[in-house]
């Protein structure tokens, strides 16, 4: 039996950040409890804040907001709230980083995490 191994969108950026395959970033999330995208635009903000603390910004390869037809709405009023949310959402990601560099945090945060790798 075959089980995909479901990551989540902060551990594949990550990963590629590391090993210097980082590019631009497809804005879609998927569902962590069936493995896969599912072309759903990120509302978490914990998410957004990993995700924009692992690619460092919107620079300088951006972000990939694409919109498909299979969606439960074809409306075009509900596509743009769709990626306007989607938007808001890495922003206020972007956000919480900037303060939590700005405030010296992310500093006492990772070396705490990171203790028990080396």
Same mark, same amino acid.
């Given at each position: 039996? /075959? &089980?995909?191994?479901?990551? #989540?969108? /902060?551990?594949?950026?990550?990963?590629?950040?590391?090993? $210097?395959? =980082?590019?631009? +970033? !497809?804005?879609?999330?998927? *569902? &962590?409890?069936?493995?896969?995208?599912? !072309?759903?635009? =990120? +509302?978490?903000?914990?998410?957004? &804040?990993?995700? %924009? =603390?692992?690619?460092? @910004?919107?620079?300088?390869? $951006?972000?990939? /907001? *694409?919109?498909k037809l299979w969606r439960e709405s074809t *409306?075009?009023?509900?596509? /743009?709230?769709?990626?306007? #949310?989607g938007m808001d959402t890495l922003a206020r @990601?972007?956000? #919480? +980083?900037?303060?939590?560099?700005?405030?010296? *945090? =992310?500093?006492?945060?990772?070396? %705490?995490? #990171?203790?028990g790798c080396q």
């Amino acid at each position: 039996m /075959f &089980t995909k191994l479901s990551m #989540s969108c /902060f551990h594949e950026l990550e990963t590629a950040r590391i090993s $210097g395959l =980082l590019g631009n +970033v !497809d804005a879609n999330t998927g *569902d &962590t409890q069936i493995g896969w995208d599912t !072309d759903q635009f =990120l +509302v978490d903000i914990g998410e957004a &804040t990993l995700i %924009m =603390l692992s690619v460092g @910004g919107l620079a300088p390869w $951006g972000f990939n /907001f *694409d919109a498909k037809l299979w969606r439960e709405s074809t *409306d075009p009023e509900d596509l /743009f709230i769709a990626h306007i #949310s989607g938007m808001d959402t890495l922003a206020r @990601g972007l956000c #919480s +980083v900037a303060k939590l560099i700005e405030a010296g *945090d =992310l500093d006492e945060l990772v070396p %705490m995490g #990171s203790e028990g790798c080396q």
